[in-house]
């Protein structure tokens, strides 16, 4: 049997095996809310961001939550260039990480983000603050 078969083969026992081993879990509950995380707006090196909670290690003692994780956002800052020179758009995504602390549904977040060398400014690192909605 040439090895591209076998790959495949070994490919099809491996899908095989994982929804039988899914099949025989229980189904949690469902939740009200469309996803579980969070939307923040917020303040971080003359712009703003709109996160949205990403991958996180938490610690819930209800209705208190506090999570350290990764922070998939917008980042809203006007590219200050000369006239004549090329500017960044206005809105582009960016990954931060940070600290959230969130009480029933109000969230409030310390993000750290980083902006990367340029020609006209070292690269560093940056925090800011945020006040948002946990679903």
Known sequence: MN???QKLL???AMLLLTKASMAQTTTPKT???????MVVAGYADKGAFINFGGPAVKWTHKPFCVSLG????????EDKAPANASKNAAVTPSLGFGLSA???HLAIQVPVYY???TAAAD???NTGIGLGYKF
Not at 31 to 37: F, P, Q
Not at 70 to 77: E, F, G, I, Q, T
């Open 3 to 5: 090895r591209n078969r």
């Open 10 to 12: 070994t490919l099809a």
């Open 31 to 37: 939740s009200a809310s469309l996803w579980d995380g």
């Open 70 to 77: 990764m922070l998939p956002s917008l980042r809203v800052k």
């Open 102 to 104: 969130s009480y029933k």
């Open 115 to 117: 902006n990367a060398k």
């Open 123 to 125: 690269g560093k690192w």
